[in-house]
């Protein structure tokens, strides 16, 4: 079975400045899908970024950018420029049908 | 275009009753999969249902059921319900049944039990 693993469960990072939120996973597959999702109070979760495994290349979106290694098996996310706005608790996510999720990691930033 | 809305947004209900509830995917989606939000559990897949079939299926004891209409909206029916059955379940659409696409989440109907 597949399993996502998210090892910090609080990050926190000062406004303006960056932060890498770490996640691993693990398959048998070759071909799958990795998502972030940020999940804020109001707990509507929505799309960060994604990550189809047959592509080398980094998948990037505005302040958004991910660092994928598929031969470790890990997928983390950098956040650049952090806003305010940003805080939310965040799930990485790995897709081939379902959807198996990480623990999720609670993002603070500090103005 | 609209978002995926869940129906009721927030329900009370009391050990042994039953709940149905209901979700409305993203217009050309046809696949929809739902899911249990815990704090103690975290995210956990419920089942899945594309073109009115049930395609995957969660490690859920039988008293959690859905299914999904000609139009693609889906409810899923927990009976018998039990404290622990209180949570926040998430329902998602996506346009292909072969999971090669995103996910896009509703707002969420957060279910206590009493």
């Known amino acids: 079975a597949q399993t996502v693993t998210q090892s910090q469960p609080e990050m926190s990072v000062q406004e303006a400045e960056t932060v890498t939120l770490s996640c691993t996973y693990d398959?048998?597959?070759?071909?799958?899908?990795l998502f972030w999702y940020k999940q804020p109070p109001s707990r509507q979760m929505i799309l960060v970024i994604r990550?189809?495994?047959?592509?080398?290349q980094n998948a990037t979106e505005n302040r958004f950018s991910v660092n994928f290694q598929k031969a470790a098996k890990s997928f983390s996310l950098k956040i650049s420029d952090s806003q305010l706005g940003d805080a939310a608790m965040y799930f990485c996510?790995?897709?081939?049908?379902?959807?198996?999720f990480g623990d999720g990691t609670t993002l603070t930033v500090k103005p | 275009k609209a978002g995926v809305t869940q129906t009721p947004r927030y329900l009370i209900k009391t050990r042994g009753q039953q709940v149905t509830l209901s979700c409305s995917p993203i217009?050309?989606?046809?696949?929809v999969s739902w899911y249990q939000q815990t704090p103690g559990q975290g995210l956990q897949f419920l089942f899945e249902?594309?073109?009115?079939?049930?395609?995957n299926k969660g490690n859920f004891p039988g008293r959690f059921s859905g299914r999904q209409f000609s139009n693609s909206r889906s409810e899923m029916n927990v009976s018998t319900l039990e404290l622990g059955d209180s949570a926040l379940y998430l329902c998602?659409?996506?346009?292909?049944?072969?999971?090669?696409?995103?996910?896009?989440f509703g707002p969420g109907t957060r279910l206590t039990v009493l």
């Open positions: 998602a659409s996506s346009r292909r049944e072969d999971g090669t696409d995103t996910q896009y």
């Open positions: 996510a790995y897709r081939t049908g379902k959807s198996t």
């Open positions: 398959t048998s597959e070759s071909d799958y899908y």
């Open positions: 249902y594309f073109s009115e079939t049930q395609r």
């Open positions: 990550q189809e495994a047959y592509k080398q």
């Open positions: 217009s050309g989606h046809r696949s």
